[in-house]
């Protein structure tokens, strides 16, 4: 895939949770939240202060976020679904 995000934004790919419930129940897509956790896979090289210098990114490729539920803009790279958000939605990165 040859896709960079522009400025402050990040490429991100959700990680899906369980399919089933503590009691074996399956749960149906429509049901299901929408997973807060995710997986960096770009970014963009910062956004630019007032005086047109870069702010660096504190996120990284490879990196384990934890954003909103909401947040971000679905597409479609090459067949898979991946979500671009802004930084600043991000919550954390978690270790």
């Known amino acids: ?3 960079t995000p522009l400025h402050d934004r990040v490429l991100v790919r959700r990680i899906e949770g369980d399919a089933k419930t503590s009691g074996g ?3 149906p897509d429509a049901a299901k939240e929408k ?3 995710s ?3 770009a970014v963009g090289a910062g956004a630019r202060d007032e ?9 990284k ?3 384990r976020i934890l954003s909103r539920k909401w947040s971000g803009t679905e597409i479609k790279l090459d067949g898979e679904d991946l ?3 802004k930084e600043s939605v991000i919550l954390g990165v978690m270790a």
């Open 35 to 37: 997973p807060q956790e």
């Open 25 to 27: 129940l399956i749960i």
């Open 61 to 63: 490729a490879g990196d």
């Open 1 to 3: 895939m040859s896709f």
């Open 83 to 85: 979500i671009i958000m």
């Open 39 to 41: 997986d960096v896979v």
């Open 51 to 59: 005086d047109g210098e870069r702010i660096a990114m504190e996120v």
